[in-house]
């Protein structure tokens, strides 16, 4: 299935200098309004944005498309994607947008998309809306009368206020807790510091002065320094960064340290395990899922299932599983009983009332298994020198040789970004380090030969 537009979440590029324009989002307005057109009801699709500039052009672009093929459309404004999945079905609309790139710069920008039911859209529907958009049938319009209308919905943060913290236990308030909490300069400046105020905590923000050009930028989930700063001089229980659409979290603990996201994963289902709240001793995670984290879970008799990276494959591998959790090293967790699409919100709620519940610092409550050594390389990718999936394989195979059964390599191009990623597990830093090296070396030598 290959396709141009949609990558491993939704649509992202680089804005005015690649395909995200004004144009490709009047577009994909005009296309998924088509697609998600049934029936002779009033359609409608909502629309929330994180902080970058170039949202408002977006924004106004997608909005003129839907409304074109008679969609009415409900704009929420700044608001996290997953208050976006949440809203698309509890507001019973055909669709659901959120303009974002996540944790990239604000140079970059994209779409993701949730179908009525609150998921991300399947391959097979991004597909027929990619070509829905390069069809000659796309500027076929309905009659004037069908043609829809846009409205601003005032309440939508604190509608997913409310739902963050119906995940949050009623016999448990934070008055004793004191947060760092990082923004990001995303959409989460205003609702995430609300949530932990309203439960009792003592809020430390950074972050939340967005001014359309400063969202990821230095801070939040790809950058940590500050945080761990911060959470050090103010004495803090606990550091929490989000990124720039807050579908995702980085824990710091009361020592200035990052939590692998392994380990942060690995809490929250032993949690829900020991409150016999896990569905069919079932868990899932992505290939990128430390082998630790895969031998823990198998000593305490839960089954991991591996996806492909991505939290929308991550719930379709959930659904599959019968399972209630899946997660991300990268800190994307999601809860089913609690929504549809990854969530660092209400993820680091879950953390916050197991450190309350246990009276125990997020340093002890972590601390519960060894991690494989792991070395992770990044190649920067072009339109030339890009390899394909059987070279990937036999390289693959080569650098699984070289571990000789005592680790594991996964090589995979980003879904998000134009880089090759490659991962080198080993019990044996050394050889994982070696192994990881030889494996660069083998791709860029192969990447130069085809130029």
């Not at 391959?123 to 309905?142: R, V």
């Not at 909490?181 to 967005?210: H, M, R």
């Not at 939590?259 to 990128?288: F, H, P, Q, W, Y």
Request: hydrophobic share 40%.
């Amino acid at each position: 299935m290959n396709k141009k537009l949609f990558g491993t979440d939704g649509i992202r590029g680089r804005v005015n200098e690649s395909y995200l324009t004004a144009e490709t989002a009047l577009k994909l307005g005009i296309a998924a309004g088509k697609v998600f057109t049934r029936g002779p009801h009033i359609h409608r699709v909502v629309i929330g944005k994180d902080t970058r500039v170039s949202g408002y052009m977006l924004e106004t672009a997608l909005t003129s498309g839907f409304t074109s093929v008679g969609m009415d459309v409900l704009l929420f404004g700044p608001l996290p994607t997953p208050g976006v999945a949440f809203l698309t079905q509890a507001l019973r609309a055909d669709l659901g947008v959120m303009i974002t790139a996540s944790h990239n710069t604000y140079e970059d920008n994209g779409f993701k998309l949730f179908g009525p039911d609150g998921y991300k859209l399947s391959d097979e529907n991004e597909l027929k809306i990619e070509e829905l958009i390069l069809s000659e049938s796309l500027l076929e319009f309905p009659k004037s009368k069908y043609i829809g209308k846009a409205k601003r919905i005032d309440n939508a943060q604190a509608r997913y206020i409310e739902y963050a913290k119906r995940s949050f236990p009623k016999d448990i308030m934070l008055d004793d807790i004191k947060i760092v909490l990082d923004c990001a300069n995303g959409a989460s400046y205003k609702v995430a510091p609300e949530t932990f105020w309203e439960l009792g905590a003592n809020v430390i923000v950074l972050g939340n002065q967005p001014n359309g050009k400063n969202i990821n930028l230095n801070c939040g989930s790809t950058n940590t320094k500050n945080l761990k700063k911060r959470v050090l001089e103010e004495g803090a229980d606990i550091g929490i960064a989000l990124d720039g659409d807050a579908d995702r979290v980085i824990v710091i603990d009361e020592k200035g340290n990052e939590v692998d996201g392994n380990l942060l994963l690995a809490l929250i289902i032993k949690n829900l395990n020991e409150r016999k709240l896990l569905n069919n001793k079932s868990v899932v995670s992505t290939i990128m899922a430390n082998i630790g984290l895969e031998k823990y879970l198998s000593g305490i008799g839960l089954n991991l299932t591996r996806t492909n990276v991505g939290d929308r494959y991550l719930a379709e591998g959930m659904r599959e599983a019968n399972s209630n959790i899946g997660g991300e090293p990268s800190g994307h967790i999601i809860m089913s009983n609690f929504g549809k699409t990854g969530d660092g919100l209400i993820a680091s709620l879950q953390v916050l009332s197991i450190m309350c519940a246990s009276g125990k610092p997020v340093s002890e409550i972590v601390n519960l298994f060894d991690l494989y050594p792991q070395k992770n390389i990044t190649i920067p990718l072009n339109g030339k020198n890009t390899l394909t999936d059987s070279e990937i394989q036999k390289i693959t195979r080569d650098a699984d040789d070289l571990l000789r059964d005592d680790g594991r390599v996964v090589v995979r191009k980003s879904g998000t970004e134009p880089i090759m990623r490659i991962m080198v597990e080993s019990l044996d830093s050394k050889l994982a380090d070696s192994v990881a090296g030889k494996l660069s070396d083998s791709i860029k030598h192969l990447m130069e030969k085809s130029n």
